[in-house]
């Protein structure tokens, strides 16, 4: 078995390095970080496939590239959802989230203020990838804590059975590789 899987991202190749998540099952990891042209050009292609929406809603951390570039292509504005509750965040707003990638459960924290973003408006959510849909809950529940009305859920990529998902939009899937 090979030790990377190569695919086409937004019409640009990349050959993503496999890690392990357990004995049985390896991930292709897919890091935006440090990517400009393939966070420009997944940001572009997603746009021209997502609903109207008021403001993009992430979690910390690699979802932030993407709804930075997400927003300023479409000049509307971007949260991210913290993992730590910062000094200046107040009246928070929390919710418990489990991921593919880590091994502990998280936290994700809105302060007041950027709550009071969503209120009231068409958020769309976005991540790098979905996979099991624990970030993506997470993110629909801190809109609705916070008033907000879900406009979509978009990520560069759909892994596993998250492909079959009728309530995302993807540019690509990405398989699991079982051993």
């Not at 008021?54 to 971007?78: F, H, N, W």
């Not at 107040?90 to 502990?104: H, L, Q, Y």
């Not at 209120?119 to 979905?130: A, E, G, N, Q």
């Amino acid at each position: 078995m090979s030790d990377t899987y190569k695919m086409t991202i937004a019409g640009l190749e990349r050959e993503l390095k496999k890690y392990p998540v357990s004995d049985k099952l390896d991930i292709a990891a897919f890091i935006m970080f440090s990517d400009v042209e393939i966070t420009v050009a997944s940001a572009k292609a997603l746009l021209e496939r997502c609903p109207d929406f008021d403001v993009i809603l992430t979690a910390e951390c690699k979802g932030i590239p993407l709804a930075y570039e997400m927003a300023r292509q479409s000049g509307k504005p971007y949260v991210v959802a913290r993992k730590s509750i910062k000094v200046y965040m107040k009246d928070v707003v929390s919710v418990n989230v489990r991921s593919i990638t880590t091994a502990e459960e998280q936290v994700l924290h809105l302060g007041s203020d950027k709550a009071a973003m969503l209120r009231d408006k068409r958020v769309l959510i976005v991540d790098d990838v979905i996979s099991t849909g624990g970030s993506l809950s997470a993110l629909t529940a801190l809109t609705e804590r916070s008033g907000g009305n879900i406009a979509g859920c978009a990520a560069v990529l759909a892994e596993g059975d998250a492909a079959l998902r009728s309530d995302i939009i993807f540019l690509e899937k990405l398989p699991l590789f079982f051993k």
